[in-house]
């Protein structure tokens, strides 16, 4: 059974979905749809899941002072690796897997990257069931950024 992951941004207007299927080197875009039953239908038949875009919508920029960075961090919190990221292809998402999260983050510095890593690490935590590997998608901007409200001191 596919599953459908739809960005955490309001998708308005037009959209087409995006059948995905394969991993890691084989991940590749098995096709587009404008509906959504025949992506489901496609994506049921070749083990793919659904992948929902707006049409024509831009990639947001960022607020000024702000960077990607890239966080692995292990599900007890201990930070693997971070640093700049130029290609941020996690961003809006934290994948888990084997016991290791990865996500690209909009941030000030690697310091607060690090913090809101380990935000969306306790809340993944914090599910009413174990986590599993998977994705866990965030909105494009997290609204504490669009607030103004992102804990300053760090």
């Known amino acids: 059974m596919s599953k459908e992951r739809v960005n955490m941004r309001d ?13 890691y080197s084989d991940y590749r875009i098995h ?24 049409v024509d919508e831009e990639t947001p920029s ?4 702000y960077a990607y960075y890239c966080v692995r961090m292990s599900i007890n919190g ?5 640093g700049q990221s130029s290609d941020p292809y996690n961003y809006g ?14 941030a000030k510095n690697e310091k607060h990257a690090v913090k809101i890593m380990n935000e969306r690490r306790a809340m993944i935590l914090s599910l009413p069931v174990q986590p599993v590997a998977g994705v866990y998608e965030w909105p494009s901007f997290d609204k504490s950024i669009m607030d103004g409200v992102d804990n300053e001191s760090e």
């Open 62 to 65: 960022l607020p000024p002072g």
């Open 31 to 54: 096709s587009v749809h404008t509906d959504i039953d025949v992506a489901k239908r496609v994506a049921d038949e070749n083990c793919g899941d659904v992948d929902v875009w707006g």
């Open 93 to 106: 998402r934290v994948n888990l897997w084997r016991g290791e999260l990865l996500s690209d983050i909009a």
């Open 11 to 23: 998708v308005m207007g037009p959209r087409v979905y995006i059948v995905t299927t394969g991993e």
């Open 78 to 82: 201990d930070v693997i690796s971070s």
